[in-house]
């Protein structure tokens, strides 16, 4: 089974702070996914790595970074949180085998309080 | 534009009784769709997808999908809900901008299903 694990599960940070989120998986899956899940709001995309050193902004990438310096480790970087940042944070990979057509595996995600 | 719907915030059913989640999306490609679901303080597991073939497409947990592409539409199904299988289930497309294979994915807004014994 693919396991994606995310560092933390619960996380409280103050406004101003660079906060790190990391992920990492471990089926060598080239695509690696940063999501935040916002009541009513679905899933939205903040950045995606599709190989080491790779990254590509999703649709909510303002405020966030990303590195990949390894296949199997996705970080997450807020530069300076702020409260409108606070929400949960979901990590997924997948493999580009087969032309987008596999699916995603998750993390158990992150829940970030910006206080 | 890509997009993928879920009209219904919640659905309540009984246990034993069929359920469905509805699902419509739109595309200008194939679709490739997927589902999955979300237990409370969890992550998303996988339930099932369709790329091609079948319209009726099976997948874990007792979970069906049917493709109806006149409709647009692929809602999940399952003959007899149990009260475990109350989650958050979400809805998605392949996301077709860019590259096609980078496995991206535009997600509805999710519908919180509710089975009560």
């Known amino acids: 089974d693919v396991k994606v694990t995310q560092s933390s599960r619960y996380l409280v940070k103050r406004t101003g702070e660079k906060v790190f989120l990391e992920c990492v998986q471990d089926?060598?899956?080239?695509?690696m996914f940063w999501y935040r899940q916002d009541p009513g709001l679905g899933l939205r995309l903040i950045y995606f790595s599709y190989d080491v050193k790779m990254k590509e902004k999703g649709d909510i990438p303002e405020g966030y970074s990303v590195s990949r310096e390894k296949k199997e480790r996705f970080s997450l970087i807020l530069e300076s949180a702020s409260t409108n940042q606070t929400s949960m944070y979901l990590c997924?990979?997948?493999?580009?085998?087969?032309?987008?057509?596999?699916?995603?595996?998750f993390g158990d995600g992150t829940r970030l309080s910006i206080l | 534009a890509q997009s993928v719907a879920q009209p219904e915030d919640q659905v309540n059913v009984a246990e034993g009784n069929p359920l469905t989640v509805k699902c419509t999306y739109s595309?200008?490609?194939?679709?490739?769709l997927f589902w999955y679901v979300q237990y409370p303080n969890r992550g998303l597991q996988f339930l099932l997808k369709y790329i091609t073939g079948d319209n009726l497409v099976k997948g874990s947990y007792g979970f069906e999908a049917e493709f109806n592409k006149s409709q647009t539409s692929f809602h999940l199904k399952k003959p007899s809900a149990l009260v475990s299988d109350s989650a958050l289930y979400f809805c998605a497309v392949r996301d077709e901008r860019g590259s096609s294979n980078t496995g991206k994915l535009i997600f509805g807004q999710g519908t919180t299903l509710q089975v009560k014994p």
């Open positions: 997924a990979s997948s493999s580009d085998r087969r032309r987008g057509n596999q699916p995603q595996h």
């Open positions: 595309v200008s490609g194939n679709p490739y």
């Open positions: 089926m060598d899956h080239e695509n």
